[in-house]
């Protein structure tokens, strides 16, 4: 069992403005985490849960949705058990819950249709809100 918490930085607890930068945390315990690809989500009001980044147990493959391309970098650090996600340029839009998720095994993240799907995954947390405002 792999356990996931979710944890949004900045000063205001993942409250920020439009352009503004903000580093997501999702700290793990349980079994050996660099077994595990690590993914991010994130849900809008209203909306369908979207693939945001995905980072292989090793960190050496990383994944992003178009969208996030050049502003979003995922990265990981094994030995505190804990993935980030560093947004950059933050956009209104992109107020949404973000939700990390993690999968055993290596290669399966490589299909996109894979990655992109929130079934694919075996463990979630439960989520932290974002609200950029402008």
């Known amino acids: 069992q792999v356990q996931l918490v979710e944890s949004g930085g900045g000063s205001e607890g993942g409250l920020v403005q439009t352009g503004d930068s903000l580093k997501l945390s999702c700290a793990a315990s349980?079994?050996?985490?660099?077994?595990?690809?690590v993914g991010w989500f994130r849900q809008a009001p209203g909306k369908e849960r979207e693939f945001v980044s995905i980072?292989?147990?090793?960190?050496?493959?990383?994944f992003y949705a178009d969208s996030v391309k050049r502003r979003f970098t995922t990265s990981r650090d094994n030995g505190k058990n804990t993935v980030y996600l560093q947004m950059n340029s933050l956009e209104p839009e992109e107020t949404a819950v973000y939700y990390c998720?993690?999968?055993?095994?290596?290669?399966?993240?490589?299909?996109?249709?894979?990655?992109?799907?929130?079934?694919?995954?075996?463990?979630w947390g439960q989520g932290t809100q974002v609200t950029v405002f402008s």
């Open positions: 998720a993690a999968r055993a095994g290596t290669g399966w993240y490589l299909s996109s249709r894979n990655r992109k799907s929130w079934d694919s995954y075996e463990y």
């Open positions: 980072i292989s147990g090793t960190g050496g493959s990383t």
């Open positions: 349980g079994r050996t985490f660099s077994n595990y690809a």
